[in-house]
């Protein structure tokens, strides 16, 4: 009852439910599952309409002109706001990729320049079909997200977890919501909120990384989306449920495989933050001290739109260039070149030995995923048999890291991992899970 009066417990309570609603509780729309920032964010595009292309063409174009005076002149305001200053203050191939950002925007906005780039298969997948829908999830999620991490939530189902999470995956607690809100919404969600807590010092190095390229799981509705596309959508239970047994497989092993194994635990910020539950203390009892002490130093309202307004300017110009410049290049190799095709080669005697038919075309499909997680499934979408499609969309989901978006979002963040290992852990999590996968299936089929 004393807890019920205390003002810091309403200040926990009311702000942490709101933000639970809009980031985590799942709500039908439109006859499917997803979450109301989801929601919202399709509400602004729609808003948005046929000018989308500009609002983008305007953010990055910015985002490259901002820099490059600020390079030749040192902008005041911005050189004295730390976060701002390294957001337009940046060096070597962070620049290279801002800058051709700026050339690949204005290409596919005016609509000059080789089929290659302007292709509704490369670059106009990225900035027609991608990148409007997360210039709306960058500002809901940059404004509101605050709500997750500032006001406690956070902190008491951290303690709830930490006995399921630490022990099973070697993570805190607190790093379920962000598979929860990647799972119920969007794996974009799940990123930002992973790479916020990273840069507060919540998470180490090997932590956000881990997190980000194991727990940011595909939402409901996309999984949805690509069972469809290889016109097996009545199996969409056994479908989802094998995706899970994978991702699960895959998030126990992978974290133990070099790179992963090998990134540090020091931290972004040191932070001091105890995760052991005191003697004497509960879980929930732990998790409601936490809560409270964040909550007392919950920011203002005029500091918490201040803070998400910055967080917003960080996603809109610093990782939307990122996205359309590796992700129309990620596009361009899949739909130009024989690369991705001659990698998936490896892969056909693993398909065989799993006694999957059709093997030589699945193996295409491979790692050609890691370009974008829906090609897999386009390709998959002409093959005969039912189960080669239901493993390659399986696998295509599991594999998590695509450039077109979750890839290149990661990249754009200030979470430690390079394009190299990006790859290493795509392969990794493909060589993990195409077994768990092909098992499931025969059982299935």
């Keep these: ?12 309570l009311i702000p942490s439910l709101i933000g639970m609603f809009l980031f985590i509780i799942p709500i039908r729309s439109d006859g499917s599952l997803t979450i109301p920032i989801a929601v919202i964010a399709k509400a602004l595009l729609n808003l948005m309409g046929d000018y989308s292309t500009l609002v983008i063409y305007v953010l990055i174009s910015l985002s490259a002109l901002i820099t490059i005076v600020h390079k030749i002149v040192r902008i005041p305001f911005i050189q004295n706001h730390e976060k701002l200053n390294n957001l337009f203050d940046i ?9 051709l950002g700026l050339v690949f925007v204005n290409m596919l906005y005016w609509g000059v320049g080789p089929e290659m780039i302007l292709s509704e298969d490369t670059g106009g997948l990225v ?30 189902f951290g303690a709830l977890l930490i006995k399921i999470m630490r022990p099973v995956f070697n993570l805190p607690g607190r790093s ?43 939402s409901i509705t996309f999984c949805l989306v690509v069972i469809d596309q290889v016109s097996l959508g009545h199996m969409f239970v056994p479908f989802y449920l094998t995706v899970g047994l994978a991702g699960i497989v895959a998030a126990i092993i992978v974290p133990k495989l070099p790179p992963l194994s090998r990134v540090p635990d020091s931290y972004y910020v040191e932070r ?12 929930f009892q732990y998790g409601i001290q936490l809560a409270m002490n964040k909550a007392a130093k919950a920011p203002t309202v005029g500091e918490f739109f201040k803070e998400g307004f910055v967080t917003v ?22 739909e130009y070149t024989p690369v991705f095709k001659i990698l998936g080669v ?10 999957i038919p059709e093997a030589a075309a699945a193996s295409q499909t491979v790692i050609v995923g890691f370009a974008d997680m829906f090609l897999p499934s386009v390709i998959a979408s002409s093959f005969e048999s039912d189960m080669t499609k239901f493993v390659v969309a399986a696998t295509s989901v599991t594999q998590l890291i695509y450039m077109s978006e979750i890839g290149s979002i990661i990249m754009g963040s200030k979470i430690p991992v390079s394009l190299k290992n990006l790859f290493l852990i795509f392969l990794e999590r ?16």
């Design 127 to 156: 900035i027609h079909g991608l990148m409007p829908i997360l210039v709306c999830v960058f500002l809901l999620a940059g404004l509101l997200l605050s709500l997750l991490l500032n006001f406690g939530l956070l902190d008491f």
């Design 1 to 12: 009852m004393k807890l019920l009066k205390s003002g810091t417990f309403y200040k926990f």
């Design 313 to 334: 300017f960080e996603m809109w110009f610093g990782t939307l260039p990122v996205i359309l410049s590796l992700g129309t290049l990620a596009l361009i190799i899949a």
């Design 176 to 218: 379920a919501l962000d598979c929860i809100a990647s799972w119920l919404g969007d794996g974009s969600v799940g990123v930002l909120l992973t790479a916020k807590q990273y840069e507060e010092g919540f998470y180490s190095k090997r932590e956000a990384t881990v997190i980000a390229t194991t727990f940011s799981a595909v």
């Design 346 to 355: 490896v892969f056909i005697p693993i398909y065989s030995l799993l006694q």
């Design 91 to 99: 060096k070597g191939i962070w620049l290279v990729v801002r800058m």
């Design 430 to 445: 493909t060589l993990v899970t195409l077994p768990v996968i092909a098992l499931v299936a025969h059982i299935i089929f």
């Design 272 to 283: 001091p933050y105890p995760e052991d539950i005191p003697a004497g203390s509960t879980p």
